[in-house]
C-alpha cells in the first residue's frame, strides 16, 4: 500500500518568514495530492492541492510543488501570520474511490 | 449546505460496550471515509464506501463494521470496545468529479473507552 511521509514533524517560525513542508510517497499512482490545515479540536480543511499532471500551483501565500520522478511533493507558505499556526497534513490520493494516505503531520507555530 | 455531520460530538463507553457513530452527508457525494486520530498522528483510514451498496477495507479495519445505508449515511460500528479504540473519530466525503477527489470532513466524535 501506500506509504506517506511528512517532515518536519514541528517548525516553528517568526512571523513574515517563510515555513516549508515536505512529503514523499511510495505509490507511483497516486495522483492527487491535498494538503489540510486543522487546527486545534477542529477538522481538517482543505488549503490547497495538486494534480499529479501539474508541477506547481499558488494561491496567494501558499503554493505547492510536485517532482513525480523523486515522488515528493511540498508546501510553501511565505509571509507567514499568527493564525497559521495549526497542524498541517499532507496525504495521497489514488483509485476510483479517492483513497487517501495522509502524512503524521506538521505542528507549525508561528511567533509574533 | 450543513456538508457533513456526526454524532454523537463525545461518547465514553466501557471496554465491551458496543456503539454505532452516525455520519450523513449533503453533499450528493459518491464516496465516504472513516479516519481515526489518536494524539499527534495523522488520520488513518478505517473503512471507505466508493459508492452505495461497496464497502472496503482500510488501513486499520479490525474490531470494526460499517455500512453504507444509502447515498447520504455512512455508520460506523464498535462491537466491542476496546480501550485501544480511544481517538477522535472522522467522516469524510467526497465527490470525485469536483476537485479530484478533495475530501470534505465532518467535525468528528470524540471516543473514550475505560
Known amino acids: 500500500g501506500e506509504n506517506v511521509e511528512q517532515h518536519p514533524s514541528t517548525l516553528s517560525v517568526q512571523e513574515g518568514d517563510s515555513a516549508v513542508i515536505k512529503c514523499t510517497y511510495s505509490?507511483?499512482?497516486?495522483?492527487?495530492f491535498p494538503w489540510y490545515k486543522q487546527e486545534l479540536g477542529k477538522r481538517p480543511q482543505l488549503i490547497i492541492d495538486?494534480?499529479?499532471?501539474?508541477g506547481e500551483k499558488k494561491d496567494q501565500r501558499i503554493a505547492v510543488t510536485l517532482n513525480k520522478t523523486a515522488k515528493h511533493f511540498s508546501l510553501h507558505i511565505t509571509e507567514t501570520q499568527p493564525e497559521d499556526s495549526a497542524v498541517y497534513f499532507c496525504?495521497?490520493?489514488?483509485?476510483?474511490?479517492?483513497?487517501?494516505?495522509f502524512g503524521d503531520g506538521t505542528t507549525l507555530t508561528v511567533k509574533p | 449546505n450543513a456538508g457533513v455531520t456526526q454524532t454523537p460530538k463525545f461518547q465514553v463507553l466501557k471496554t465491551g460496550q458496543s456503539m454505532t457513530l452516525q455520519c450523513a452527508q449533503d453533499?450528493?457525494?459518491?464516496?465516504m471515509y472513516w479516519y481515526r486520530q489518536d494524539p499527534g498522528m495523522g488520520l488513518r483510514l478505517i473503512y471507505y464506501?466508493?459508492?452505495?451498496?461497496?464497502?472496503d477495507k482500510g488501513e486499520v479495519p479490525n474490531g470494526y463494521n460499517v455500512s453504507r445505508l444509502n447515498k447520504r449515511e455512512f455508520s460506523l460500528r464498535l462491537e466491542s470496545a476496546a480501550p485501544s479504540q480511544t481517538s477522535v473519530y472522522f467522516c469524510?466525503?467526497?465527490?470525485?468529479?469536483?476537485?479530484?477527489?478533495?475530501?470534505?470532513f465532518g467535525p468528528g466524535t470524540r471516543l473514550t473507552v475505560l
Open positions: 469524510a466525503s467526497s465527490e470525485l468529479r469536483v476537485g479530484f477527489g478533495t475530501q470534505y
Open positions: 505509490d507511483s499512482a497516486s495522483n492527487y
Open positions: 495538486i494534480r499529479s499532471n501539474v
Open positions: 496525504a495521497a490520493t489514488s483509485g476510483a474511490a479517492g483513497k487517501s494516505t
Open positions: 453533499m450528493n457525494h459518491n464516496s
Open positions: 464506501s466508493a459508492s452505495e451498496g461497496t464497502t
